[in-house]
T-cell receptor, first 116, second 111 residues
Framework: GAVVSQHPSRVICKSGTSVKIECRSL??????MFWYRQFPKKSLMLMAT?????????EQGVEKDKFLINHASLTLSTLTVTSAHPEDSSFYIC????????????FGPGTRLTVT | QQPVQSPQAVILREGEDAVINCSSS?????VHWYRQKHGEAPVFLMI?????EQKGHEKISASFNEKKQQSSLYLTASQLSYSGTYFC????????????FGSGTQLTVLP
C-alpha cells in the first residue's frame, strides 16, 4: 500500500515559536494532501486541503495566517504552526490522495505537538 | 456536517461479530472506513463508491445504501487485532476527495 511519512513524530516547543511539520508521499504522487487535527478521543477535524502549486483551501474557523501550508511538490506538503500557543497542542495528521485517480486517502503517522 | 456513527463503543469477545453504522444527512459519493489504534494514524480499511464499487480489506465487508445515505461496516469472527477506533469518512463533493469524519466507534475485542 501507499506510504505517507510525517516528520517530526513528536515536537515540544515554547510558546511563541513556530513549528514546521512535513508530510511526504513516499511511493506515489499526490496533487492533493489534507491536514487534520485530532484532539484526544475525538474525531479527525479537517483543517485544510493542500494543492500542489496553488494556495491551500482552509476550513471555516482555521486561521490561514497561523497555520501556513505549502505544497511545493507532488510528494511534499508542509504545515507551519506560527507563534504557537498551548491551545495549539494537538495531534496533527496529514493524508494524501493518489493522483493516479483512485479514491483512497493514506494517512501519515501523525505529529504530536506540545506547546509549553 | 459530521456523519453520525453508532454505536459509540462496543465490547466483544474474540470470534464474535459486530456492525458499525454511519449515517449522513447529505447525499454521498463515497464512504471510507478507517481504523485507528491509540496514538497511531488511521489505517484505510475500505471505500464504498456510489454505484456499488468497493475496494478494501478482504476480511472486512461493508454496505452502502446510497438512497438512505448510510453505510455499515461488518466485522465477523473478530480478532484481538480488530480493537481500535473505527471512523467513517464521507465524501459529499465527489471531486476533491475531502472527507468528513464521524465521531468514531471504539471497538474492544477481549480474549
Amino acid at each position: 500500500g501507499a506510504v505517507v511519512s510525517q516528520h517530526p513524530s513528536r515536537v515540544i516547543c515554547k510558546s511563541g515559536t513556530s513549528v514546521k511539520i512535513e508530510c511526504r508521499s513516499l511511493d506515489f504522487q499526490a496533487t492533493t494532501m489534507f491536514w487534520y487535527r485530532q484532539f484526544p478521543k475525538k474525531s479527525l477535524m479537517l483543517m485544510a486541503t493542500s494543492n500542489e502549486g496553488s494556495k491551500a483551501t482552509y476550513e471555516q474557523g482555521v486561521e490561514k495566517d497561523k497555520f501556513l501550508i505549502n505544497h511545493a511538490s507532488l510528494t511534499l506538503s508542509t504545515l507551519t504552526v506560527t507563534s504557537a500557543h498551548p491551545e495549539d497542542s494537538s495531534f496533527y495528521i496529514c493524508s494524501a490522495a493518489d493522483s493516479a485517480g483512485t479514491y483512497e486517502q493514506y494517512f501519515g503517522p501523525g505529529t504530536r505537538l506540545t506547546v509549553t | 456536517q459530521q456523519p453520525v456513527q453508532s454505536p459509540q463503543a462496543v465490547i466483544l469477545r474474540e470470534g464474535e461479530d459486530a456492525v458499525i453504522n454511519c449515517s449522513s444527512s447529505k447525499a454521498l459519493y463515497s464512504v471510507h472506513w478507517y481504523r485507528q489504534k491509540h496514538g497511531e494514524a488511521p489505517v484505510f480499511l475500505m471505500i464504498l463508491l456510489k454505484g456499488g464499487e468497493q475496494k478494501g480489506h478482504e476480511k472486512i465487508s461493508a454496505s452502502f445504501n446510497e438512497k438512505k445515505q448510510q453505510s455499515s461496516l461488518y466485522l465477523t469472527a473478530s480478532q484481538l487485532s480488530y480493537s481500535g477506533t473505527y471512523f467513517c469518512g464521507t465524501d459529499a463533493s465527489g471531486s476533491a476527495r475531502q472527507l468528513t469524519f464521524g465521531s468514531g466507534t471504539q471497538l474492544t475485542v477481549l480474549p
